[in-house]
């Protein structure tokens, strides 16, 4: 069956430190990947789209990678502060045009 | 004013009553979708629209219905409300020019007693 899963803790780091978070998918072709910032009560909000044959895209303090051969992705935050503590979801795509979400990881920076 | 609006925000209902969420959208996006989400769960997409004249059921569809009664407008329906259908609900936008960047409402909370 399909399958997309992201960091199973939720993760609490120092500000200024570097989170990375993972999304792993199984019995997926994705086309591209996207990621998404949601915050308590809100709807999520585009980050980040890396395409099949990108390995690396950066936007200021993010950066994606995505390995096709190991069918994973994964989610830089440098630089970590207060503000960027949220839920942070994946998304595939495929050549259909809908999104499959993973079900997030949620990162606490503490001051 | 915000491009994607969903009403109404919370909804408390009864088991067995009729339910209509409804979504409007200022973007000029011609695909819009309904999600649900779940505690400990992703979101997970009940129906899709791809133009005025195509409505496509997702991945847990059974119980709700939908209506594109225009490019910008996109409702969901529960016929009969159930209490395992009280989640969050979140209407989406793309434009399918823009590498399917989904644009999401705030939510509607829906709670079924």
């Known amino acids: 069956s399909q399958k997309i899963e992201q960091n199973s803790e939720a993760l609490n780091i120092q500000e200024g430190k570097t989170a990375t978070l993972t999304c792993n998918y199984t019995n997926y072709s994705p086309a591209y990947l996207q990621w998404y910032r949601q915050d308590p009560g809100r709807g999520p909000v585009f980050l980040l789209l890396i395409r099949e044959n990108e390995k690396e895209k950066r936007k200021e303090r993010l950066k994606v990678t995505f390995d096709t051969t190991l069918k994973q992705s994964l989610f830089h935050i440098t630089a970590s502060q207060p503000a960027d503590s949220a839920t942070y979801l994946c998304a595939l795509v495929q050549s259909d045009y809908k999104l499959s979400f993973g079900a997030g990881t949620t990162v606490t920076v503490r001051a | 004013d915000a491009d994607v609006t969903q009403t109404p925000r919370n909804r408390i209902t009864k088991t067995g009553k009729r339910i209509m969420l409804e979504c409007s959208q200022t973007?000029?996006?011609?695909?819009m979708y309904w999600y649900r989400q779940d505690p400990g769960l992703g979101l997970q997409l009940i129906y899709y629209?791809?133009?005025?004249?195509?409505?496509n059921k997702g991945e847990i569809s059974d119980g709700y219905s939908v209506s594109r009664q225009a490019q910008a407008k996109f409702s969901l329906s529960l016929e009969s409300a159930i209490p395992n259908q009280t989640a969050l609900y979140f209407c989406?936008?793309?434009?399918?020019?823009?590498?399917?960047?989904?644009?999401f409402g705030p939510g509607t909370r829906l709670t079924v007693l």
């Open positions: 973007k000029g996006h011609d695909r």
């Open positions: 629209s791809f133009d005025v004249k195509d409505i």
């Open positions: 989406a936008t793309s434009d399918s020019q823009g590498g399917d960047t989904q644009y």
